[in-house]
């Protein structure tokens, strides 16, 4: 069964700073993975996906990941973090056998953006 | 275009009551989802369903029912609800790719006393 690991449930960053948000995934074959924010009391909205193109896919709102084999790993980055990107990030994966599209959720990062 | 719209977006039930959460969705996406969020347990899947008429259970299905008897709605049925069903309902769709992205809806918070 595929599974996803979302290092660090909060992170915190100050504004203008460096955003890293870690997610590593099991899986014999590489997925598709993708990351979802979720904005408080909001539904959830795609930043971004792998889908076996790039390795690095950028996504919307100056974020953007990087598809590590190697590493098993799909981390989130974004060079200058805006006090607008406060809210709750999920990494998903998606296997590529699967017939309906069905996402497995890492717990979530919630992130905090200080003045 | 709505996208993925649900109603209620809230409800407080009492232990034993039941309750039908609606899901609208206007994109003709032939698959469905219904997800409930906990803190600190991401969305797990309860149930999907991958085109009318036709249904399957996902990762959490014990408790809840569904019904897809139009392309556009997707219902989600508690018969009986337990306080271990209070969470937010969140239901999404997508066209038939694994690649594909999901859709959600704003989501249903529901209280179970």
């Known amino acids: 069964a595929q599974s996803v690991t979302q290092l660090g449930s909060h992170v915190s960053v100050s504004e203008g700073a460096l955003v890293l948000l870690r997610c590593n995934y099991s899986?014999?074959?590489?997925?598709?993975l993708f990351w979802y924010v979720q904005y408080p009391n909001q539904g959830l909205q795609l930043l971004l996906k792998?889908?076996?193109?790039?390795?690095l896919v950028k996504g919307i709102n100056g974020f953007e990941a990087e598809f590590k084999k190697s590493e098993t790993s799909f981390h989130l980055t974004k060079p200058s973090a805006h006090m607008s990107d406060a809210a709750e990030y999920f990494c998903?994966?998606?296997?590529?056998?699967?017939?309906?599209?069905?996402?497995?959720f890492g717990q979530g990062t919630i992130l905090t953006v200080h003045p | 275009n709505a996208g993925v719209t649900q109603t209620p977006k809230f409800r407080v039930l009492k232990t034993g009551q039941s309750m039908t959460l609606l899901c609208a969705q206007d994109m003709n996406h032939e698959y469905m989802y219904w997800y409930r969020q906990d803190p600190g347990m991401g969305l797990r899947l309860i149930h999907y369903?991958?085109?009318?008429?036709?249904?399957a259970k996902g990762e959490v299905p014990d408790g809840y029912n569904v019904s897809r008897l139009k392309k556009q709605n997707f219902l989600l049925g508690l018969e009986s609800a337990a306080p271990s069903q209070t969470s937010v309902y969140f239901c999404?769709?997508?066209?038939?790719?694994?690649?594909?992205?999901?859709?959600f809806g704003p989501g249903t918070r529901l209280t179970v006393l």
């Open positions: 998903a994966v998606s296997d590529r056998g699967t017939s309906y599209g069905k996402l497995t």
């Open positions: 999404a769709s997508s066209y038939p790719l694994g690649a594909d992205t999901q859709y």
């Open positions: 899986s014999s074959v590489p997925p598709y």
């Open positions: 792998y889908t076996s193109a790039a390795t």
């Open positions: 369903s991958v085109g009318e008429g036709t249904t």
